[in-house]
């Protein structure tokens, strides 16, 4: 029977479709839909919130059921996405298909604050009335953005808002900016009932507050040169400063173009006063002729947000590439057997007049010198990138290995010669904390062993955005004998929301590095890891769980609590994966 699940994912308004097309759908509904679901007044499995043939095509991937159902006949042509638009047109001509409105939350009042100061994070749902889905028709605002400021949100341009659902969020903020009675509205435009519709924000400027915040100042724009067409270039930075007297706190840096100007470097957190930070973007034309792009950076600071135009040219085809310099050999000294060191530099440069593509680099024996760092991918014409190799004795002597690097270039593939000595010196290194915390407004989970990190999140680092949940568990802040690094990858492509990802998986870690979306920010801590799912004597299981994109962007959680594991992927619908780390206890 065709369809078995057609209904699960179909909660998202479109256009209403002329009165043809709906009997056309009606047609369509009757050969793909019916056989399952019945006759569509019926609202078996509330089919009458079908309105999104986008979801309906997501949904034939991503329902096993329906992959089989569907999927062979979408492949041959005949299902098409005119019959998913078809079959939602249909769906809009019932009654009470499209009655639904925005439930607007109650007004936040935020009392007396200081001028200047920020207040804490207040969020609020924004949920549907009614029995379909509802669009938002633009990012919801507001309207005095300098004091009440949106600080995050998912209730975003083309969002659905589903029924029965929590909704969407948004949180605000309160700084004011003189003293005395303070107001505004959060708007939201849908295509439901009532639109445009909105909530009341309030509050009252304080005496006694700070300076006002400085000014960050930024090149007006970036010209990042020619490079050929689909070929990532290296990246070009640039500077932003603080030349006033106060810090500024740096919410976001985006890039407009995120495929053709990807951000691939961005130090820009609280910049002092007095000081900087660099941001890093690259070039990766889809086209030949001159392309643009547009880097906006969101801080507290004066002017905010400010942009940076970037520029550049994409060239036909890329002149015949030179080789890769990189040394013969690398020595990696001595190292306590079983113990992996953080890792030595080995530069990768490209002296010729055109970019060289790095295809792989592997090491043999991988598990001996293993690759914990890479920043190579397309080397730049005279530009250069570096590669870490780590040293993990299987035992005490001389060890000796290789590493290859295959390219493009000529003379490829390079062959670097690898040694080091194993001995039998004990390492030292110590527990340490691993935090947890919880950023309501993305609905991630965050953690981290960095001492430094820890102090700047529980004082207030970004808005008190991350919250700690009281959970934690042991890592090593070293090598220790049976131990591992786990690798920390930090990604922006799911904007406006940002995502972490952690793996202690030599594979998986060496894998993402050569992932244009991810970043490899550092080594989090280290840890054991189990065998045959089996954790070691005097460890801790840490278990892992996958969000399956709930929230628009990706996320993990470990747990060292069974319960926690058990309702999240039981109730949460989030993904069980096992045992993922090992904790010292």
């Known amino acids: 029977m065709l369809a078995r699940a057609l209904a699960v994912l179909l909660v998202a308004a479109v256009v209403a479709a002329p009165d043809a097309r709906a009997q056309t759908g009606q047609q369509k509904y009757a050969t793909w839909c019916q056989g399952c679901h019945g006759p569509a007044a019926n609202n078996k499995d509330g089919v009458l919130g079908g309105k999104d043939w986008n979801i309906i095509k997501l949904a034939m991937d991503t329902k096993p059921d329906m992959t089989s159902d569907l999927r062979p006949f979408y492949n041959q042509g005949l299902l098409t996405d005119d019959d998913f638009m078809l079959i939602a047109g249909y769906l809009q001509t019932f ?14 009042a935020f009392g007396s604050v200081g001028v200047g100061i920020g207040s804490a994070v207040v969020a609020r749902n924004i949920a549907t009335i009614g029995n379909a889905a509802v669009q938002l028709s633009s990012t919801v605002t507001s309207s005095n953005p300098l004091e009440f400021p949106i600080v995050s949100t998912t209730c975003t341009s083309g969002a659905f808002v589903l029924p029965a659902s929590a909704g969407c969020s948004v949180s605000v903020q309160f700084i ?26 309030s509050g009252t400027g304080g005496t006694g507050g700070p300076p006002a915040t400085g000014t960050l100042t930024m090149p007006a724009s970036v010209p990042l040169g020619s490079q050929a067409v689909g070929v990532q270039s290296a990246g070009t930075n640039f500077t932003v400063s603080n030349g006033s007297g106060t810090a500024v706190t740096v919410s976001s840096v ?36 001159a392309r643009s792009g547009i880097i906006t950076i969101s801080s507290n600071g004066t002017g905010s947000p400010q942009t940076v ?11 015949p590439p030179s080789g890769l310099t990189i040394p013969s050999s690398l020595s990696l000294g001595s190292q306590a057997v079983g113990v992996q060191t953080a890792g030595s530099n080995i530069s990768v ?26 920043s190579c991918g397309v080397v730049a014409a005279g530009g250069s990138c570096t590669i870490t190799i780590a040293f993990r004795p299987f035992s005490a002597g001389l060890r000796t290995g290789s590493m290859t690097v295959t390219s493009n270039g000529s003379g490829s593939p390079n062959v670097v010669a690898l040694s080091g000595t194993g ?11 691993v935090v947890e915390y919880y950023n309501a407004g993305f609905g991630h989970y965050f953690m981290t062993a960095d001492a430094d990190e820890i102090a700047g999140l529980d004082a207030g680092a970004f808005n008190f955005a991350f919250v700690r949940t009281g959970r934690l568990f042991n890592g090593w802040n070293g090598p220790q004998a049976g131990t591992v690094p786990v690798c920390r990858f930090f990604t922006l492509t799911f904007a406006p929301k940002s995502s972490h990802f952690y793996t202690a998986d030599p594979v998986e870690c060496d894998g993402l590095k050569f992932n244009p979306n991810w970043q490899y920010e550092k080594i989090a801590f ?41 309702d999240f992927t039981t109730n949460k619908n989030w993904a069980p994966e096992g045992t993922g780390f090992c904790s010292p206890n």
Do not use: W
Not at 254 to 264: K, M, W
């Open 176 to 201: 004011p900016v003189t003293t005395g009675a303070r107001s505004a509205q959060i708007n939201v435009v849908s295509n439901g009932i009532g639109s445009p519709q909105s909530f009341a924000v």
């Open 309 to 319: 135009v970037l520029s550049g040219t994409g060239t036909s085809a890329p002149p």
């Open 349 to 374: 440069s490209n002296p010729g007049g055109s970019p060289i593509s790095i295809s792989s680099i592997v090491t043999s024996p991988t598990a001996e010198f293993p690759i914990v760092g890479n």
């Open 423 to 433: 001995t039998a010196t004990a390492p030292t290194a110590s527990k340490v904390p």
């Open 95 to 108: 009654q009470g298909g499209v009655t639904s409105q925005l439930g607007m939350p109650a007004a936040i």
């Open 254 to 289: 985006l890039s407009n173009s995120v495929t053709e100007f990807p951000i691939v470097g961005n130090s820009c957190g609280t910049v002092a006063a007095s000081g900087s930070c660099t941001v890093t973007v690259a070039f990766k034309p889809a086209t030949s002729g």
């Open 526 to 566: 280290y840890i054991a890891l189990p065998v045959n799912g089996v954790c070691p004597i005097a460890t801790t299981p840490i278990y892992r769980m996958y969000n399956n994109g709930q929230t628009g962007a990706p996320n993990h959680r470990f747990a060292s609590d069974f319960t926690v594991y058990q």
